[in-house]
């Protein structure tokens, strides 16, 4: 296991997959290195591409808002992504982008040992909870790996795309919300 700046130095000069080649800056993640929730995108988009930080667009933005809802920000949480680099045209990580990343996030996991890892999304979710995940029928269950919580819901670009499944996205915050107190998190 990789300590917090080699970590950062190894994912910044990668070259394990095609991604690299198109990339403007590697996007690491954010947030206090000893947080108890963590949060985890699929990649970075456009935006986070070129500032070298997750979550910073109009995504980025509306998780802001959704953060708020339950009292955190990113000053109490770390924030990250299956892949580090920037999928061409946003379009969805393939397998083996995935593959050739999930180090660095798993080594991020072992360095912060989160209480609690929300998936963003059904990319994170089938890579973190279970490959056959259901994300529009899962979303907000909680399920304990390694004695870690984790759960799921909808991407913030998804929300943003089909304000429908808002009402859904704030049940899952609420849950999100009540299993930290539960469990006791620090935020």
Request: charged letters at 25%.
């Given at each position: 296991m990789l300590d917090w700046s080699q970590l950062e130095e190894t994912c910044k000069t990668c070259t394990r997959c095609g991604l690299a080649e198109t990339r403007t800056k590697s996007v690491f993640g954010i947030g206090p290195r000893d947080a108890d929730i963590l949060f985890v995108g699929e990649g970075?988009?456009?935006?986070?591409?070129?500032?070298?930080?997750p979550f910073?667009?109009?995504?980025?933005?509306?998780?802001?808002?959704?953060?708020?809802i339950i009292d955190l920000g990113r000053q109490n949480c770390y924030i990250a992504n299956v892949v580090k680099c920037r999928p061409p045209?946003?379009?969805?990580?393939?397998?083996?982008?995935?593959?050739a990343c999930i180090g660095y996030l798993r080594n991020q996991f072992a360095l912060i040992r989160p209480r609690l890892v929300i998936c963003l999304g059904r990319i994170a979710a089938k890579r973190?909870?279970?490959?056959?995940?259901?994300?529009?029928?899962?979303?907000?269950?909680?399920v304990n790996k390694g004695g870690t919580w984790m759960t799921a819901t909808y991407h913030p670009s998804a929300l943003l795309r089909d304000p429908s499944k808002r009402p859904e996205a704030f049940r899952d915050l609420m849950s999100i919300k009540s299993k930290i107190l539960e469990v006791g998190a620090k935020f």
């Amino acid at each position: 296991m990789l300590d917090w700046s080699q970590l950062e130095e190894t994912c910044k000069t990668c070259t394990r997959c095609g991604l690299a080649e198109t990339r403007t800056k590697s996007v690491f993640g954010i947030g206090p290195r000893d947080a108890d929730i963590l949060f985890v995108g699929e990649g970075p988009g456009q935006q986070e591409d070129l500032r070298g930080e997750p979550f910073v667009g109009p995504a980025g933005q509306f998780l802001d808002e959704m953060l708020s809802i339950i009292d955190l920000g990113r000053q109490n949480c770390y924030i990250a992504n299956v892949v580090k680099c920037r999928p061409p045209m946003n379009r969805d990580p393939q397998e083996a982008e995935q593959d050739a990343c999930i180090g660095y996030l798993r080594n991020q996991f072992a360095l912060i040992r989160p209480r609690l890892v929300i998936c963003l999304g059904r990319i994170a979710a089938k890579r973190l909870i279970r490959p056959d995940y259901s994300i529009t029928r899962e979303h907000g269950l909680w399920v304990n790996k390694g004695g870690t919580w984790m759960t799921a819901t909808y991407h913030p670009s998804a929300l943003l795309r089909d304000p429908s499944k808002r009402p859904e996205a704030f049940r899952d915050l609420m849950s999100i919300k009540s299993k930290i107190l539960e469990v006791g998190a620090k935020f």
